[in-house]
């Protein structure tokens, strides 16, 4: 049965792949991928059937369990298979290569609106805007390299709204589009994203066998369809910040043994080394996307040793400054967009709406008063659970 379900995964990843426009076949998409969860289920109860049946006095694991190998192999497979499919799901990649062209050609994407860009073009004089006159031919330079994506662009009104270690992933997609002279330019930066994505199974299977943990169990992630569609498929940024954040609680386990004890098994010399690039690795996950600013508090009480959890937030900390420093002045038009979603933008689909159809029947500001709410539960979970660790 564990051969005969990744054949059954396999086919219906290609069931999807083949078609032209998921978008327009969304029942079909969440039966199919509502059947993978299924069939990953069903390999994660045959997977530990298996080893309890098999254990020997010494407690080696049958060998009839998924190598490392065929997991990793068949996660890269199953990336593949969304390459060159052209994203239906999602627009969001087309402000990725925007803001990578513009950095690439010596641009801060936080300098301009697309709207304004077109505003410009369209009238070639200067506009009651942010851009002045003295701009004109700077936006005229990178005009060409930008044509094609701007009228892609969601949301042309706002300034990006992506962090600078983002940017800094959009730029190498548009790198390698231009060095491979790619003509789709989403092709570039699902080609780095898939990279990414394949390193956090990669990782997390190392991570499994640190913890002395079935490496079928990287299959929840590596075979899921959630990362397969919306990394390869769509080629959302999230996979980089999966990545980073991987990266960071990987080294964290090695930090938690015996504060400054480097693990013997790495490659770096000094644990030092490996706190510091554990606090970097958890700030370029916060600046790619916000979310894993979430976990730095978990992660850094998941250290027993003070002196450790402080050079690991001073790295962090520190890394963010730079990236930030790096992109400044015109990094604050980001936070203003920021601002704007914050304001605006359905977060929790399911909760939110629920909450807000209810105290929506109260005020005229239900959308603000359920962003509180929410924010506030999330709160009391988070400092309910830090609490627990501190207690243990």
Same mark, same amino acid.
């Given at each position: ?65 998924? $190598?490392? +190998?065929?997991?990793? !192999? ?5 990336? *593949?298979?969304? =390459? /060159?499919?052209?994203?239906? %799901? ?95 330019? $989403?092709? +570039?930066?699902?080609? !780095? ?5 394949? *390193?956090?199974? =990669? /990782?997390?299977?190392?991570? %499994? ?184």
């Amino acid at each position: 049965m564990i051969l005969t379900i990744p054949i059954l995964i396999f086919f219906s990843f290609l069931t999807l792949a083949v078609e032209p426009d998921i978008s327009l076949a969304i029942p079909k998409m969440v039966g199919i991928s509502g059947f993978i969860v299924i069939l990953l289920t069903v390999l994660q109860l045959s997977s530990n059937h298996s080893n309890l049946e098999s254990y020997t006095h010494t407690q080696n694991i049958s060998k009839k369990e998924l $190598s490392a +190998g065929f997991v990793l !192999v068949f996660a890269v497979l199953l990336r *593949l298979m969304f =390459l /060159f499919h052209t994203p239906t %799901l999602s627009d969001d990649i087309y402000r990725y290569c925007l803001d990578g062209v513009m950095l690439i050609n010596g641009q801060n994407p936080y300098s301009y609106k697309p709207l304004e860009i077109l505003e410009v073009m369209q009238r070639s004089e200067s506009i009651n805007s942010p851009i002045a006159m003295i701009d004109l031919e700077t936006i005229k330079n990178i005009y060409p390299a930008i044509s094609n994506l701007l009228s892609l662009v969601n949301h042309p009104e706002f300034t990006t709204i992506y962090p600078p270690a983002a940017q800094i992933i959009f730029a190498i997609g548009s790198f390698v589009n231009s060095i491979l002279k790619i003509t789709n330019n $989403s092709i +570039g930066i699902k080609i !780095v994203l898939i990279i990414m994505d394949t *390193l956090s199974c =990669l /990782f997390i299977i190392q991570i %499994l066998k640190k913890m002395k943990l079935s490496v079928c169990h990287a299959t929840i992630y590596a075979w899921h369809p959630l990362p397969v569609l919306e990394i390869a498929a769509s080629g959302h940024i999230d996979g980089a910040a999966i990545f980073f954040l991987i990266m960071a609680i990987y080294l964290t386990i090695y930090c938690r043994a015996d504060g400054y004890r480097a693990a013997k098994t790495s490659w770096w010399s000094s644990s030092i080394v490996a706190q510091i690039f554990a606090g970097l690795f958890m700030g370029l996950a916060i600046l790619i996307k916000w979310f894993p600013l979430m976990f730095l508090p978990f992660i850094l009480l998941f250290i027993k040793n003070r002196r450790t959890r402080l050079l690991m937030g001073a790295s962090c900390i520190i890394t963010i400054a730079i990236f930030i420093l790096i992109f400044c002045p015109d990094i604050v038009n980001s936070f203003i967009t920021l601002s704007q979603y914050l304001q605006n933008w359905e977060f929790s689909g399911l909760l939110f709406k629920v909450v807000r159809n209810f105290t929506q029947n109260y005020t005229s500001r239900s959308g603000i008063i359920t962003r509180a709410i929410i924010l506030m539960v999330f709160a009391i979970l988070s400092s309910f659970f830090v609490s627990l660790k501190i207690a243990a």
